[in-house]
Structures are given as structure tokens and as C-alpha cells.
């Protein structure tokens, strides 16, 4: 690598590092809210209630939130935890999607 290639390299990690850090935040803070259960969100999500949901399901979701993603962005999130790269998120994927890695945090949320 060059110098070029290796600072680049090095701002992106300290950016993922950062990312990871206050998702993991936002995961704890979740699941330490005694009102907040994935099955509600997961419902929230689910209007037709198939029991999965595809990125067109996440973004009209979102979008009656009042948050409005970009397509690209959408499909990012879902193939990252459809375990079976079958175009849907399960309950279960959403719920590794939301899941806090701290085990205390992961144990209060289910």
C-alpha cells in the first residue's frame, strides 16, 4: 500500500470502529427500555404479517416514520443479516439486526 492507501485505510477504520461503537450504544439502550420488544418492532415492520419482510416492506416502513432512506441503503441493511439470502429478513435476522453483542444487554432484550 501506499501512503495514500494506507491513510484512507486508517480513516475508515477508525470511522468503523466509531459506528460499531454507538450502534452498540443504541443497542444497549434498546434493550434496557422497559416497553421495547423486537416482536413489537418486528410488527411494526411486518404490516402484512408474513412473518418476514422484503426491503420494499423496510423502506414503506420507514418511510411512515418520516425517515427516508435510500434505496441502496436498504438493501444494504437487509442483506447484511438475511442469513439465508433469500431477499427477507426473518424474525430471527431481524432480531441479530438489533441484538446488542453485550450479553447482559442481549439477555434483557429477550
Known sequence: MNFDEEEHFIIAMRELIHLE??????KIKLANMTDFNLMDAFMMVDYHMKKWITTTDLREALED??????KEDVCLFLRQFDQDNDGRLQYSDFCDAFCPKDRLSAQVLN
Open 21 to 26: 461503537r454507538e450502534l452498540e450504544h443504541e
Open 65 to 70: 416514520f418520516g425517515i427516508f432512506p435510500h
